[in-house]
Structures are given as structure tokens and as C-alpha cells.
């Protein structure tokens, strides 16, 4: 069963989320997909069509009130994908947004995580702002028991780092058919990012980026350099068993060990046999 697993990056990312470095992302009401976000004073003026979700100047504290571009590419992930009924696992939730989006479309519950205090308080309160609260919960990913889901659905907005480290523990918390949604990462990271996820999950050859959803956003941050880039990656967990040792030590780069007779072993094997029989004949080269 999965265990609480809070990698010191994620650690770093929530600190930063506090410390204003995506506070140069202007605070605006915006059009994402079927949602409009807002305060509570900027979603009367919410579009007929669209579904409003509440999201006070308050949650500045912490990640996703502000429009970030990985925020938005979440929106546009859950409006293309989000099914009614579905179990929902938001991963690096921040204000809550993407739980909260995910329940206004119908689904049945959701589990928003994080390693930040403030972010699951403030997460309970922007669901309970939008009425679903009781559909939610949040809660700290250090007290997470292995128990929740299995999750028809998940939402993970975190660096690839993270993401990479989380792959192995996120794939036991799936269905299989579940479809998952990885962003905070740029189109350099994708193949890394795969490699961590695959067997478990198959991804569409096809990944998400905003394109004119991100004209009004701005390209340079202080903080945190290029905006330019970001990806969300779709995913679909498949049948096959997770071999847990195995997905992290591939996720790391790692060679699992599978005995003295191992392929990796055996071509060692042959270059060192190789060498020695090498050795002998350029000495009696020499001698003659």
C-alpha cells in the first residue's frame, strides 16, 4: 500500500508558493474551458455558460489564485477529461482549485493534497466558499495511510523532480483506466517525466499546452525565470502490476539488480573475460 511520501522538493516548491514569487501573476478574473475564476465580487460577472469557482484574494498565500500557467493548463486538463462520478486525487492542491473545478463538474469526491499547512486550510475553505464541501477534503500528503482511492482521476501540479519521485507512489493510488494529468514541467522534461510513469500509465502522443490561453501572461519571472513552455502531460493507468522497487529505481536512472545472471551483469561479465584474455597476449607480443 502507498505511504506518505513528501520529497524535500516538494518541500522547497510549497515554500515558494508562499514566499510571493508568483505574485507577479496579476490577480484578474479569467476564462478557462467551462470555468470562470473569480472572487467572490468578480463571479457575478461570470458568463452564463460558464461554471464559476470562487477563489478569494486571501488565497494568495498560497499556489493557484493567481492564474498561473500550470493553474490554467489544470483547468483545460479537468474540462476535457473530468467525468461525473469520478474519484478525484489533486496532488500539490494549493488554494484547491483543481478539486474544487473537478467536483463542479460532477464528480463524486475529492482528495486535495499538500505538504503546506496553510495550503489545506485554505483549500477547505475555497470548497466550502463553492458549496462542495462536503465532497472535500483536504489534507497534509505527510498523513496520507495508504487507504484513499483507488482515484478514477488525478491532477498533479508539481515540478518534474517531484513528479518524478511521486510516480511509483501515484500509481498505486489509480485504477486502472484512470487518466492522470502531470504539469509544472516544460517540454524538456517530458521523456524524463514518461519514463518515470511508464509501464503503470500510457501516455496520449499528444501533450497540452496553452497557446492563446496564455497571451495575457507574462513570459519572465523575477523568481522563477522563463514562463514560457509549460506542459500538462495525459496519462492512462494501465493493467499492468507496479513493481514498486523497479518504477523508482527506473525513475532515478537506477538499474534494478536481478542476480549474478542478470543481462547487465553477464555483459560485464564478457567485457572483464574479455580484457583478461587481452592482457596474456599483448605481454607475449612484447616479449617477442
Known sequence: APKAFVPLAFAIIALGAVDGGHKFFEKRAFRVG???VADKAGVQTAPKDAVPIVIESESARVFGSEGHHTTILGLKYLSANMKKGNKVLDYGT???IQAIAALKLGGKSALA???DHEAVAVAEENANNNGVGERFES?????????????DLCIANILPGVLIDLAPHLALYMKPGAKIGLTG????????????FEPAF?????HIELGADAAHLPEWS?????????????????????????MSARAHGEHKDDGVFSVRNVIIGTVVLLIMGTIPRMGKLKGE
Do not use: C, M, Y
Not at 514541467?185 to 518515470?196: E, F, H, T
Open 202 to 206: 500510457e501516455f496520449d502522443s499528444e
Open 222 to 246: 523575477e523568481t522563477w525565470g522563463d514562463q514560457k513552455g509549460w506542459v500538462l502531460l495525459v496519462g492512462t493507468r494501465t493493467e499492468s502490476k507496479i513493481d514498486h522497487s523497479d
Open 94 to 96: 494549493g488554494t484547491g
Open 139 to 151: 489534507r497534509l500528503a505527510q498523513n496520507l495511510d495508504g487507504t484513499e482511492g483507488p482515484f
Open 113 to 115: 493534497v499538500d505538504i
Open 185 to 196: 514541467l516544460k517540454r524538456r522534461d517530458i521523456s524524463n517525466v514518461k519514463a518515470a
Open 34 to 36: 467551462n470555468f470562470f
